[in-house]
């Protein structure tokens, strides 16, 4: 089995930053993407911000130059740092991965999601 378990989410005032953190475990031959995707309630869930395996980022027009995708490849983790942030910011984070568990076992895994609340 795989997991991604993500961390560092909260309540912070606009202006403010946060580091998203997210592992991956378990049964992993090897990670294609990663990435992290945002969801408010009652609307679909949009892309973030995306790193390859070989280090290419994409972000969305609304974070681009105010957050920084990482990640780190013998940890098997992911990260998100958001600075600036705004009340439109707000949503639940989830994590995200393309996972092979072996060379012919390939699908996205995600995680349970990290509440993130910009409010004054």
């Known amino acids: 089995q795989v997991q991604l378990v993500e961390s560092g989410g909260g309540l912070v005032q606009p202006g403010e930053s946060l580091r998203l953190s997210c592992a991956a475990s378990?049964?992993?031959?090897?990670?294609?993407?990663m990435g992290w995707y945002r969801q408010l309630p009652g609307k679909q869930r949009d892309m973030v911000a995306i790193?390859?395996?070989?280090?290419?980022?994409n972000y969305a027009d609304s974070v681009r130059g105010r957050f920084t995708i990482s990640r780190d490849g013998a940890k098997n983790m992911v990260y998100l740092q958001m600075n600036s942030l705004k009340p439109e910011d707000t949503a639940v984070y989830y994590c995200?991965?393309?996972?092979?568990?072996?060379?012919?076992?390939?699908?996205?895994?995600w995680g349970q999601g990290t509440q993130v609340t910009v409010s004054s």
């Open positions: 378990g049964n992993i031959f090897s990670i294609n993407d």
């Open positions: 995200y991965a393309d996972i092979s568990r072996s060379r012919s076992l390939r699908r996205n895994y």
């Open positions: 790193i390859t395996s070989d280090v290419s980022t």
